[in-house]
């Protein structure tokens, strides 16, 4: 199993778990075009698309999707506010339903942002194990056990914003906009610290802010923090995404 990024961060998110066999796409944020050449024009193999909530930068590309025969799979709500016209093709989740993609597994679980019906993933697969798909939240109510891959948000670090948009800044709105609808390192720290890694193998880094970030610090630290292979996803990266490290 390989995961492929082909965007990340507020210009667009989108990414693909995939083998020899079947490939499943998490968030649509982008170009259709720019999907279509990460599938190398090859449709045949996608078992589906999961989508966390209706912002542009995770759903651009649904209906196009949907039009392409590929069933987009997220909350009710937001597929209201998607309002897709090939209706036989949006399939809603609800939180703590699972679905079966393929071989692969899918929970949804809820989290909390500015969205309508924002979920989380928890995705199983024989070659992959279990891999938590995290983004766009500002806390995570559940822990998961016996994970094998993590894909989490780590948007900001709260001394950069602090920083920029204090109280002498005239920005403040903008901070607590940051605040209450993304995962801070600090959050992603927490987070990870709240969660057995004891078989978790990759840690992947995603929707680092461009202005907001440190790229090599949080990788840094994340890995300070649990001794994994820590990464933060560039556009096009590549990596081996498997249940054990062999």
Do not use: W
Not at 21 to 42: R, Y
Not at 108 to 125: N, T
Not at 155 to 173: L, M, P, Q, V
């Amino acid at each position: 199993m390989k995961l492929k990024v082909i965007s990340t961060g507020s210009i667009g998110n989108a990414y693909i778990l995939y083998n020899e066999n079947e490939a499943l796409l998490i968030e649509c944020g982008v170009k259709i075009d720019d999907i279509k050449k990460a599938l190398n024009f090859d449709y045949s193999k996608v078992v589906g698309c999961i989508v966390t909530h209706e912002h542009l930068d995770h759903c651009k590309s649904a209906n196009d999707l949907m039009r392409l025969g590929i069933d987009v799979y997220t909350g009710a709500k937001t597929h209201q506010k998607i309002n897709g016209d090939v209706i036989h093709r949006a399939m809603p989740i609800a939180s703590r339903e699972t679905i079966k993609l393929g071989n692969f597994k899918i929970m949804a679980f809820d989290v909390s942002h500015d969205a309508k019906e924002p979920l989380g993933f928890l995705i199983e697969h024989p070659e992959c194990g279990k891999t938590l798909f995290l983004t766009d939240t500002n806390y995570c109510k559940y822990t998961f056990p016996e994970l094998n891959n993590i894909i989490i948000e780590a948007n900001y670090s709260k001394s950069i914003i602090d920083r920029k948009y204090g109280a002498d800044s005239g920005k403040e709105f903008l901070r607590n906009r940051i605040l209450k609808s993304h995962f801070s390192l600090e959050n992603c720290k927490d987070m990870l610290s709240a969660n057995d890694l004891s078989k978790v193998n990759n840690i992947v880094l995603i929707h680092l802010s461009d202005s907001n970030s440190d790229e090599v610090q949080f990788v840094k630290e994340v890995t300070e923090l649990t001794s994994k292979n820590v990464c933060a996803a560039v556009n096009g990266m590549e990596i081996n995404f498997n249940k054990t490290p062999f």
